[in-house]
């Protein structure tokens, strides 16, 4: 199981090992991550523009990631999957903290102010840094004023005194 946090900086959790910065192969295999964590399956085209760059590249980033995360993992083992030209993570083993926030929020919707106090202030709580904060590519900066947004779309979060 991996958990990734992207409120912050982007961090891997597995088997009591925690993985940041560039323990990930480099910049973009750490974009790449990024990108399938924020914004799930993806095809290798897509990727290759959003990380500007030839798709060959994409797929030597693909495997630095492997490497990294899984070392002497096969590829189809991997939680890095590929199919018919596209990438994801297996949702079922790589949690991650974008979708607990968007869960949280979602669970908030429409209830009462009482009772949409708790998944509330656990969104803020998650949310208490700013996404991909140590990230400055435009991808990055979008996915941290859409989150913002929707923090602040959701209502204020109570303050406990």
């Keep these: 199981m991996f958990d990734i946090q992207l409120f912050g900086r982007l961090e891997v959790r597995t088997r009591g090992i925690r993985l940041g910065g560039d323990d990930f192969g480099g910049e973009r295999p750490r974009h790449l991550l990024a990108l399938l964590a ?9 990727l290759a523009g959003l990380l500007g760059g030839p798709v060959d ?24 999957t590929s199919r018919r030209g596209r990438l994801r993570l297996v949702p079922d083993r790589v949690p ?10 979602a669970a908030a919707a429409g209830r009462t102010a009482e009772r949409a106090a708790r998944p509330l202030t656990a969104a803020a ?3 208490s840094r ?3 904060e140590d990230e ?26």
């Design 38 to 46: 924020l914004r799930g399956d993806r095809s290798f085209v897509e």
């Design 57 to 80: 590249a994409v797929r030597a980033d693909v495997a630095a990631l492997r490497d990294s995360l899984e070392p002497g993992v096969r590829d189809r083992d991997s939680v890095v």
């Design 96 to 105: 991650v903290d974008t979708a607990t926030f968007d869960e949280l929020i």
């Design 125 to 127: 709580y998650l949310a």
């Design 130 to 132: 700013p996404l991909l």
């Design 136 to 161: 400055n590519a435009p991808w990055a900066a979008e996915a941290r004023a859409e989150y913002r947004a929707k923090l602040i779309m959701a209502g204020p979060a109570p303050v406990r005194g």
